[in-house]
């Protein structure tokens, strides 16, 4: 398969737009805990495909948040690679976080784990309509003795 990309300096900024929201969700909402941030970020019709069943809309969205809240504290991700596409925006990330709440039968730890992902978002009209993940959940479960 060969990836052609034309050189239309229009399309260069829209994927630069799409980078900076997507550092601001890792930045804003994660990093300094700023959950009204997904207001601003979050699409009406967003699909977060990393949960079971998918995140849906703002709300959603926030929902999340305030579980991942719940269960780690001292939150902290990296952006290693940051790669923007038409209307996609790739990034590897690295996150560290400390198990302080109840996670799948686990009670807290205490412990701080680095985790490592890929994740994969979509945009429309500057804010993010989908969310995939590739999460190396491994890690995360042995370190707290859940597997």
Same mark, same amino acid.
């Given at each position: ?10 399309? &260069?900024?829209?994927? *630069?737009?799409? @980078? #900076?929201?997507? =550092? ?6 994660? +990093? ?22 998918? &995140?849906?809309?703002? *709300?959603?969205? @926030? #929902?999340?948040? =305030? ?6 504290? +001292? ?26 709440? *109840? ?45």
């Amino acid at each position: 398969m060969t990836f052609v990309q034309e050189n239309n300096p229009q399309q &260069g900024s829209l994927q *630069e737009q799409n @980078k #900076a929201i997507v =550092r601001r969700f890792y930045e804003e909402v994660y +990093n300094q805990g700023r959950e009204d941030v997904l207001d601003e970020i979050i699409s009406s019709d967003y699909l977060d495909y990393g949960h079971n069943p998918p &995140g849906r809309g703002i *709300e959603g969205a @926030k #929902a999340d948040f =305030r579980s991942g809240q719940g269960i780690f504290s +001292n939150v902290h991700f990296t952006i290693d690679d940051l790669i923007a596409l038409g209307d996609q925006v790739v990034v590897r990330w690295t996150g560290s976080l400390t198990h302080t709440g *109840e996670f799948m039968g686990v009670a807290p730890t205490g412990k701080t784990i680095d985790l490592t992902g890929i994740s994969i978002y979509r945009l429309a009209n500057g804010k993010l309509t989908e969310t995939r993940n590739a999460v190396n959940w491994l890690t995360l479960l042995q370190e707290i003795g859940a597997v």
